[in-house]
């Protein structure tokens, strides 16, 4: 009998720095009608004559700013996931991973899984807090992949649960690493932005997990809600997002007298251009400009040993 096989599905990354290499990876990204739902005939015109065209280039020096000699910080600690929690199946289960957008892509990996034989596909979005735009345009195209290539019996889609016990331990873990011998005034708990009419129609279950999370974290940090700030980040085009945007909280800050502030950004399992640029590079530069003194980015859990234990029971579980 075929033994059960856990797919752990990422966002994805560019494969290289470089302005066409992101081109192609923003096409892919931007076309996916759970990220930016406009219609096609006014967005793909938009979209290929006037954003490629300009943010590219910029985009790429910002993925240069964290790329490193292995390449991706997504892809290499996405690996480095699959490789611990592979360490812990003895044998019960095999291991890999997949992007929604990039390769290897869901279509490719699924394919290969058909090839080989494999027993239940148990796939596993790296997102806690659900909504379309992440879970959602995951697990439906993980639906497809697998109808296209045969397989589509033998798959289930398992969410991570926002207050996931492994999760937060990890996240504990890192707060403390963080935190340790630092005098901090405040918490800033950043996770991705939705446009607002995105949560009010998902029934704002996106909103809903984010505090589920935060209160989580602070109950086993036993850190205050009171100097404690949930906000979001990653806006991107001209409609409302989810608010308070994290740029402006940590800009305003100091004005306020808090002047010794740390980030963490639960959404993100590994890190990426959204954790180490946005927040480590501009929220740092933008927090210091604006008068605060400290300012501490706390790491995503990536491979930490109570995330890799929480993978390897959901597969246990699901298979």
Known sequence: ?????????????????????????????????????????????????????????????????????????LRIETERMVEGVRSLSKGRFTVSSAYRYGEPSLDREMQRLAREGAG??????????????????????????????????RLVNVCIAPNDAGYVEAMTVRCREALAGNDVDHLVVSFHGIPVRYDRREGHQYTDDCAATTQAL????????????????????????????????????????????????????TEGLETLEEIGIQGRESFVHSGGVHFIRIGAVEAHPAMLRSLAELALRSA
């Open 1 to 73: 009998m075929a033994i059960p096989h856990l797919l752990l599905v990422n966002l994805g990354t560019p494969r290289l720095p470089e302005t066409e290499a992101v081109r192609e990876f923003l096409l892919e990204f931007l076309s996916d009608e759970a990220v930016v739902d406009l219609p096609a005939w006014f967005w793909q015109p938009f979209l290929k004559h006037v954003v490629l065209r300009r943010r590219p280039a910029r985009v790429a020096e910002l993925y240069r700013s964290i790329w490193t000699a292995e390449g991706s910080p």
């Open 120 to 153: 239940r596909v148990v796939a596993v979005p790296l997102f806690p807090q659900r909504t379309d735009a992440t879970t959602g345009t995951a697990i439906q195209r993980a639906r497809e992949a697998a109808a296209r290539a045969g397989i589509a019996s």
């Open 218 to 269: 602070l109950k086993a940090i036993r850190w205050p809600a009171e100097r404690t700030t949930l906000t979001y980040q990653s806006k991107f085009g001209f409609e409302q997002w989810l608010t308070p945007a994290t740029a402006d909280v940590l800009e305003d800050m100091p004005r306020r007298g808090v002047k010794r502030v740390a980030v963490i950004t639960p959404g993100f399992l």
